[in-house]
């Protein structure tokens, strides 16, 4: 089936040619629905903390950092922005010169003078058509103001990263992207000694523009932060992307029959984790930030979340040793085995079943994980995953971050258990990625290769199917030690259309 240019052209990719068997075959055999215990709800799941143990959990947090303790934010920030500009996308090719009434383009018209981009998108409208937007508006030319955002001849919104869009305009006219709140609430959260590291995740196409923008912005945010950025970048590998197929399962090849590859989601950069030289690391979407005077929940969700994991490692180190020295006596194993089931949400019938060595075997295997503890927000209608109780292959059910394709609805009871489901994941996770003894986790190796998608997407016109893998933080976390902790609602402001940059959490 493969050709010595296709083996040439994957030893070039870095991927096997066992790695195509094995993704076609998954093509024909697809991905199973999971199996599921119960919805994760406050207080059986997701745990809801009190003011106390919040303070305790910040209290931690910060004697974390002051005793050096090693951090870094990661921030995937590789996706265009272009989705969020689908309906300005959709007026601009259309045929209806003006704007539907009560549509999202009419109401960035008529609040246009309240966007963060306001002042740029003037300047390229006046060097174009000697108006400026407002001008415009008035005679009617909508589509040159909306065109003027997002095509190359404007401000090419529509073919930039989020990351360097003007998301929040300040009062001293100041305005910042994305990549800048991120360097600021880095400096609020995740100082150590006066240094702060992040790592962002980019796309080869804006390698430069990334770099470009960090060579003038690390250096302002130092001044004005006081505190000195380590700042990092990576590119999803090209040894993660995942081969096209054709509606029957077989090789897509385009027009020159060359094999097509697709990337392999953000479930590809599991691998990039795996390369972070650090012991936690913060997990947070490069468009769920706000300005400063709206930071303060963020701030305080974020230490809470840290110092819960951080109070929960604690326990599981101290165990752990407890369990290595082959000294834990019956009633020490049950008390391991109840700080898993209350800490941890973990049902497993081994708790019961097994005892001495055997069930001290089977709870060290389920402590020595890598840990993540995970914000969850109640679901008031926004997008996003979902948290859940799921069986493992080993018969155990833990804490599970789901999408509803991965949920066969169809079965009465599981309909039910996704209608009982109460919050839903804004991808704000804090994880702990060593082992006790400092050794970091080989982190593919808890994957769930059961836990990928399948798309239909097209290619010059022929439809072609493609593979996703185990989101990052969803079937790519399977394996790993996970806690549920409700945050506000206030945390949660991410920009998914350009019309989110007009509510009050956005303004400056």
Not at 103 to 132: C, M, Q, W
Request: charged share 25%; with cysteine; aromatic share 8%.
């Amino acid at each position: 089936m493969l050709t010595n240019e296709d083996l040439a052209f994957l030893n070039e990719k870095g991927i096997a040619p066992e790695r195509i068997e094995e993704q076609l075959a998954r093509f024909s055999k697809g991905f199973p629905y999971l199996k599921l215990y119960a919805s994760a709800k406050a207080g059986a799941g997701i745990e809801r903390l009190t003011e106390a143990q919040q303070q305790q959990a910040v209290e931690r947090w910060e004697k974390y950092l002051a005793d050096g303790g090693d951090v870094c934010k990661f921030v995937p920030a590789s996706g265009a922005a272009s989705r969020m500009f689908k309906a300005l996308f959709s007026f601009v090719n259309g045929d209806e010169p003006t704007p539907k009434p009560g549509s999202d383009v009419e109401k960035l018209i008529l609040n246009i003078t309240k966007t963060p981009f306001y002042e740029e998108l003037n300047e390229v409208l006046r060097a174009k058509h000697g108006k400026d937007a407002q001008e415009l508006i008035a005679d009617g030319r909508y589509k040159d103001v909306i065109a003027g955002i997002i095509l190359p001849e404007g401000l090419n919104y529509g073919a930039l990263p989020k990351a360097v869009l003007s998301f929040h305009k300040y009062a001293d006219g100041t305005v910042r992207t994305p990549l800048e709140e991120q360097l600021m609430e880095g400096a609020q959260t995740a100082a150590v000694d006066g240094k702060v590291k992040l790592h962002f995740t980019v796309s080869a196409n804006h390698q430069k523009l990334f770099d470009d923008k960090l060579a003038k912005a690390v250096p302002a945010f130092e001044k004005a932060t006081g505190v000195k950025y380590e700042v990092t970048t990576s590119q999803q590998k090209p040894s993660t992307d995942t081969v096209a197929a054709t509606l029957d399962n077989q090789l897509f090849r385009d027009k020159n029959g060359k094999m097509v590859f697709r990337p392999g989601g953000h479930g590809a950069l599991i691998e990039n984790l795996n390369d972070m030289d650090s012991t936690v690391v913060f997990i947070k979407n490069i468009d769920n930030v706000v300005p400063d005077s709206q930071r303060e929940a963020t701030i305080w969700s974020k230490k809470v979340l840290a110092g819960t994991l951080i109070l929960a490692h604690d326990k599981v180190e101290e165990y752990l040793r407890l369990l290595q020295s082959g000294k834990a006596t019956d009633a020490q194993l049950k008390e391991i085995c109840d700080f898993l089931a209350n800490q941890f949400s973990i049902k497993a019938p081994q708790f019961d079943e097994l005892k001495g060595k055997e069930l001290a075997d089977f709870l060290i295997k389920l402590l020595n994980r890598p840990m993540r503890a995970c914000g969850m927000v109640k679901n008031e209608g926004e997008p996003g995953g979902g948290p859940f109780i799921a069986y493992n292959p080993d018969g155990t059910a833990s804490p599970q971050i789901l999408e509803s394709t991965q949920i066969d609805t169809s079965v009465p009871a599981y309909a039910n258990i996704m209608a009982e489901a109460t919050h839903f994941n804004p991808v704000d996770l804090v994880c702990y990625i060593r082992d006790i003894d400092g050794k970091k986790f080989d982190l593919p190796k808890h994957v769930d290769p059961d836990t990928g998608f399948i798309s239909q997407k097209s290619l010059d016109g022929r439809e072609l199917r493609a593979l996703e893998l185990p989101g990052l933080w969803n079937g790519a976390m399977s394996d790993w030690l996970t806690i549920f902790v409700e945050v506000p609602a206030e945390s949660f402001n991410p920009v998914k259309t350009v019309n989110d940059l007009l509510r009050p959490a956005h303004q400056a």
